[in-house]
């Protein structure tokens, strides 16, 4: 049973467009939400993070939205670079083990040119 | 500052060998995790060391898979013996204690 989804596999976008990535979870002890970033042959590396507390946090050209009671939150990338272009990760876990973190499946970006 | 270190970055065997993965974490990150990361899906923790004892190794598949953080610094990762599902990417993280996870390259696994 997945407890993170991220149900596009890829997405497109041109250069200088807005990328939105999706994740839904269905655990409602999530509290703490993470995004990663993975390049080919590379580890994952921390992009941006969201407490249960907050709806919106941004850095930079990167927002994470969360919408709790939907159980859903998304990864806005404004303006989109072709170096953008990765594996991203969602990723939760819960306040009284933040150590655990529950990885979905990954969303492909291409960034275009 | 080095990151994670692991090695070998890839390693081929015929099922049945053993095989074993190592892992150098940050300087001073006391938290050690080790995921098995499959085509198509997110990293899936195996173990997690809190310096050199196991908190956590509820996914860990104990029949065949043992590892092992002496002195609470490098750690070691063995499958023995490898079957063909073992084939994934093996990747090392670590941490201060509840902050971000920091990852290595991975080793990427083939079992023939």
């Known amino acids: 049973d997945q407890q993170v989804k991220q149900n596009s596999p890829s997405l497109s976008v041109q250069e200088g467009r807005i990328s939105i990535l999706n994740c839904d979870y269905t655990n409602s002890m999530f509290d703490y939400f993470l995004w990663y970033k993975k390049y080919p042959a590379e580890g994952p590396t921390f992009l941006i993070s969201i407490s249960s507390i907050k709806d919106k946090n941004e850095d930079g050209r990167f927002t994470v939205f969360l919408n709790k009671s939907a159980k859903h939150l998304s990864l806005h990338i404004v303006p989109s670079q072709p170096g953008d272009s990765a594996v991203y990760f969602c990723?939760?876990?819960?306040?009284?083990?933040?150590?655990?973190?529950?990885f979905g499946p990954g969303t492909s970006l291409s960034v275009i040119p | 500052e080095a990151g994670v270190v692991q090695s070998p970055r890839y390693k081929i065997i015929e099922k049945k060998q053993p095989v074993a993965f190592w892992c150098n974490p940050i300087s001073g990150h006391n938290t050690l995790y080790w995921y098995r990361q499959n085509l198509g899906q997110g990293p899936e923790l195996l173990i997690r060391y809190e310096n050199e004892e196991a908190v956590d190794d509820s996914q860990l598949p104990k029949d065949r898979f043992s590892a092992e953080r002496l002195k609470g610094v490098d750690s070691t990762l063995k499958i023995q013996p490898a079957e063909l599902g073992d084939s994934a990417v093996y990747l090392c993280?670590?941490?201060?204690?509840?902050?971000?996870?920091?990852f290595g390259p991975g080793t990427r696994l083939l079992v023939l």
């Open positions: 990723a939760a876990s819960k306040e009284t083990s933040y150590d655990k973190v529950i």
């Open positions: 993280a670590s941490s201060l204690h509840l902050q971000t996870q920091y």
